[in-house]
C-alpha cells in the first residue's frame, strides 16, 4: 500500500506529490490527462512581485512564500533534473491608452509603492524608450503611459512541469497517466480505495492518505466526499506567434492582456476570461482578437506566423483563496484546489503547506483561511465573479 494516492497531475498536484517524496513518502498520482492537456501546461507563467509585507490578505502571504519556495525549487530541480525552468526575472511593463487608464494604472502603482515593491511611473516616451518596440503604438496613441515593475518573473510551464514530474520519479513516485477516477470507496469516516481506469485496465487504488489536486474538476470529487469546494472551470486561451525576432525584452500587461517573450524568440499573447464550462477547445474569434492586441502593441508583425493556439481551465474559487487542508469528513483525505490564476505561483507553498498538515506539522503559514470548510465570504479581487466582470467591461 502506498503512503499517498494524489488525485491530480497538474502543477498543485505533481508539486504536492514531489514534496511528500522528498520527505520519504511512497506517493503514487492519478493523473487524468497528459501534461500538455493541464491547465498548468496552458499557463503563460507569469509571476507578478510577490512582497511580504505588514497587512498582507493570506492570498499575498501565500503568494509571497510560494515565490520565495520557488527561487529554491528553481535551483534544486535544475541541480537533480538537469532541466532549466526558465524562471527569470525579466521586468513587465503595465500600459495604458487614455488618461482614464491612466489613473487607474496610477493606483495600481502607489499601491505597489505602500507595499515595498519597486515601482517606476513612465509617461508615453519613457515606454517608448524602454521597449523600443512599442515606440509605434505610443506614437498612435494607443499607449499613453504606464508602469514598470522591474521584478516581475516569468516561467516556461512545460519545463516546470517536465521537471517536476522528472524529479518525482527520482524521488521515487509513481505518476499514473489516463487514470480516470470512477469511485471512491469510503468505510466510515476513511476511505478505503479509489477505483480508477488505468490506461484502460480498471484497479482499486489502496493508500494511508489521498490528496484532490485536481484542478477544476477537484469540485466534484470533493463532493463525492460531502465537501462543497467552488472550484468553477474559466477557460483561458492563449497565442503561441512565431517571430524573425524577439521586439520584447520584458513583459507587457495591458488591462488582462498580456505578451510574454520567450528566449527562444517566440512570443506568448493572452488570454481570455471565459465562463465557457469544460469546454477547453479554442474559438477562431477569441484568437484573432489576440493578434489584434498583439499587432496594436507592436505594430507590423510582417514575418509573424500564428504556431499554436490552445486553452486551460483554470480552477477558480468564489472568494478568491484556494483550499487547501483536510476533507473534515475524512481522516485520511486531503483537498488542494481552486488557485485560479494563481495556481502555478502558489504551487510551491501549497505543497509544503499540504505535506506539513499531512504530517501532522504545524505550517510556517497558517492554514485556516484555506480550510476547505471555511465559511462563505464575499467574493474577493481575485474571485472568479471579479474577474469575469472586469473582462466583461474591458470587452464592452
Given at each position: 500500500?502506498?503512503?499517498?494516492?494524489?488525485?491530480?497531475g497538474?502543477?498543485?498536484?505533481?508539486?504536492i506529490?514531489?514534496?511528500?517524496?522528498?520527505?520519504?513518502?511512497?506517493?503514487?498520482?492519478?493523473?487524468?490527462?497528459?501534461?500538455?492537456?493541464?491547465?498548468?501546461?496552458?499557463?503563460?507563467?507569469?509571476?507578478?512581485?510577490?512582497?511580504c509585507?505588514?497587512?498582507?490578505?493570506?492570498?499575498?502571504?501565500?503568494?509571497a512564500?510560494?515565490?520565495l519556495?520557488?527561487?529554491?525549487w528553481?535551483?534544486?530541480?535544475?541541480?537533480?533534473t538537469?532541466i532549466?525552468?526558465?524562471?527569470?526575472?525579466?521586468?513587465g511593463?503595465?500600459?495604458?491608452?487614455?488618461?482614464?487608464?491612466?489613473?487607474?494604472?496610477?493606483?495600481?502603482?502607489?499601491?505597489?509603492?505602500?507595499?515595498?515593491?519597486?515601482?517606476?511611473?513612465?509617461?508615453?516616451?519613457?515606454?517608448?524608450?524602454?521597449?523600443?518596440?512599442?515606440?509605434?503604438?505610443?506614437?498612435?496613441?494607443?499607449?499613453?503611459?504606464g508602469?514598470?515593475?522591474?521584478?516581475?518573473?516569468?516561467?516556461?510551464?512545460?519545463?516546470?512541469?517536465?521537471?517536476?514530474?522528472r524529479?518525482?520519479?527520482?524521488?521515487?513516485?509513481?505518476?499514473?497517466?489516463?487514470?480516470?477516477?470512477?469511485?471512491?470507496?469510503?468505510?466510515?469516516?476513511?476511505?478505503?480505495?479509489?477505483?480508477?481506469?488505468?490506461?484502460?485496465?480498471?484497479?482499486?487504488?489502496?493508500?494511508?492518505?489521498?490528496?484532490?489536486?485536481?484542478?477544476?474538476?477537484?469540485?466534484?470529487?470533493?463532493?463525492?466526499?460531502?465537501?462543497?469546494?467552488?472550484?468553477?472551470?474559466?477557460?483561458?486561451?492563449i497565442?503561441?506567434?512565431?517571430?524573425?525576432?524577439?521586439?520584447?525584452?520584458?513583459?507587457?500587461?495591458?488591462?488582462?492582456?498580456?505578451?510574454?517573450?520567450?528566449?527562444?524568440?517566440?512570443?506568448?499573447?493572452?488570454?481570455?476570461?471565459?465562463?465557457?464550462g469544460?469546454?477547453?477547445?479554442?474559438?477562431?474569434?477569441?484568437?484573432?482578437?489576440?493578434?489584434?492586441?498583439?499587432?496594436?502593441?507592436?505594430?507590423?508583425?510582417?514575418?509573424?506566423?500564428l504556431?499554436?493556439?490552445?486553452?486551460?481551465?483554470r480552477?477558480?474559487?468564489?472568494?478568491?483563496?484556494?483550499?487547501?487542508?483536510?476533507?473534515?469528513?475524512?481522516?485520511?483525505?486531503?483537498?488542494?484546489?481552486?488557485?485560479?490564476r494563481?495556481?502555478?505561483?502558489?504551487?510551491t507553498?501549497?505543497?509544503?503547506?499540504?505535506?506539513?498538515?499531512?504530517?501532522?506539522?504545524?505550517?510556517?503559514?497558517?492554514?485556516?483561511?484555506?480550510?476547505?470548510?471555511?465559511?462563505?465570504?464575499?467574493?474577493?479581487?481575485?474571485?472568479?465573479?471579479?474577474?469575469?466582470?472586469?473582462?466583461?467591461?474591458?470587452?464592452?
Open positions: 500500500m502506498t503512503d499517498c494516492c494524489i488525485i491530480g497538474g502543477i498543485v498536484g505533481l508539486s506529490a514531489r514534496e511528500l517524496a522528498g520527505r520519504g513518502l511512497a506517493v503514487r498520482v492519478l493523473a487524468r490527462d497528459p501534461r500538455r492537456d493541464t491547465a498548468s501546461w496552458a499557463a503563460a507563467g507569469i509571476f507578478p512581485p510577490a512582497p509585507f505588514a497587512g498582507c490578505t493570506p492570498g499575498e502571504a501565500l503568494t512564500w510560494s515565490d519556495l520557488h527561487r529554491h528553481a535551483r534544486d530541480l535544475f541541480d537533480e538537469g532549466d525552468n526558465g524562471l527569470r526575472a525579466c521586468g511593463l503595465h500600459l495604458a491608452a487614455d488618461a482614464d487608464g491612466l489613473a487607474r494604472l496610477a493606483a495600481d502603482a502607489d499601491a505597489w509603492i505602500a507595499k515595498g515593491t519597486r515601482c517606476e511611473s513612465l509617461g508615453g516616451a519613457a515606454v517608448a524608450a524602454t521597449e523600443p518596440a512599442l515606440a509605434a503604438a505610443v506614437a498612435c496613441g494607443r499607449v499613453a503611459g508602469y514598470l515593475l522591474p521584478d516581475e518573473t516569468q516561467i516556461r510551464p512545460p519545463r516546470h512541469l517536465e521537471a517536476l514530474a524529479s518525482c520519479g527520482l524521488r521515487g513516485a509513481t505518476i499514473d497517466h489516463d487514470a480516470d477516477v470512477q469511485e471512491i470507496i469510503r468505510r466510515g469516516s476513511r476511505i478505503d480505495g479509489v477505483v480508477a481506469t488505468v490506461n484502460g485496465v480498471a484497479e482499486t487504488v489502496r493508500a494511508e492518505r489521498y490528496v484532490v489536486a485536481a484542478g477544476a474538476w477537484s469540485g466534484g470529487i470533493a463532493e463525492s466526499l460531502g465537501l462543497r469546494i467552488a472550484t468553477r472551470p474559466i477557460r483561458g486561451q497565442a503561441l506567434v512565431h517571430l524573425p525576432r524577439q521586439p520584447l525584452a520584458r513583459i507587457v500587461n495591458r488591462g488582462l492582456d498580456y505578451l510574454v517573450p520567450r528566449d527562444d524568440g517566440r512570443l506568448l499573447v493572452g488570454s481570455t476570461i471565459e465562463d465557457a469544460f469546454d477547453r477547445t479554442t474559438t477562431r474569434a477569441a484568437i484573432d482578437r489576440l493578434l489584434v492586441v498583439a499587432a496594436d502593441l507592436l505594430g507590423d508583425l510582417s514575418g509573424a506566423r504556431e499554436q493556439a490552445w486553452a486551460g481551465l480552477p477558480g474559487s468564489s472568494d478568491g483563496l484556494p483550499s487547501i487542508g483536510r476533507v473534515p469528513s475524512c481522516d485520511n483525505a486531503f483537498v488542494a484546489a481552486g488557485h485560479f494563481a495556481g502555478l505561483h502558489q504551487s507553498g501549497t505543497a509544503v503547506m499540504l505535506a506539513d498538515l499531512i504530517e501532522g506539522r504545524t505550517p510556517s503559514l497558517d492554514p485556516g483561511p484555506f480550510a476547505p470548510d471555511r465559511p462563505a465570504a464575499a467574493p474577493g479581487r481575485d474571485s472568479v465573479d471579479a474577474y469575469l466582470a472586469r473582462a466583461a467591461a474591458e470587452s464592452a
